[in-house]
C-alpha cells in the first residue's frame, strides 16, 4: 500500500533539509510525481548542475527501488536566499 501523499512530502523534506540544513523546502505533487524548490545557501557558487545534485542526492533513497515513492521529479527550482 502506497505511502499518502502528506507523508511522502514529509520524507522529501526532511531528506533535503537533513542535507542542506538552512534549506527552505517547498514539496507539490502526487502519484509519485513531484515538484521540489528548494532555497539554501549552500548552493552559492555552485552551477544549476551542481545545486540540482545536491537535493538528488538527499532523495535518492526516496528514489530507489521498485516501490520507491518518488517516480520522478518534474520539476527542480533552486535558488540562493535573495534571489527571485
Do not use: C, W
Not at 11 to 34: K, M, N, W
Not at 43 to 60: D, E, H
Amino acid at each position: 500500500m502506497p505511502l499518502p501523499t502528506a507523508d511522502i512530502f514529509t520524507q522529501i523534506r526532511a531528506a533535503i533539509e537533513g542535507a542542506l540544513p538552512d534549506a527552505q523546502v517547498v514539496v507539490g505533487g502526487s502519484g509519485g510525481h513531484f515538484t521540489i524548490e528548494v532555497t539554501s545557501a549552500a548552493f552559492a557558487g555552485k552551477n544549476t548542475l551542481g545545486k540540482q545534485r545536491l537535493v538528488y542526492s538527499a532523495i535518492k533513497d526516496l528514489m530507489a527501488g521498485d516501490r520507491a515513492p518518488v517516480h520522478a521529479v518534474d520539476s527542480l527550482i533552486t535558488r540562493i536566499p535573495g534571489e527571485g
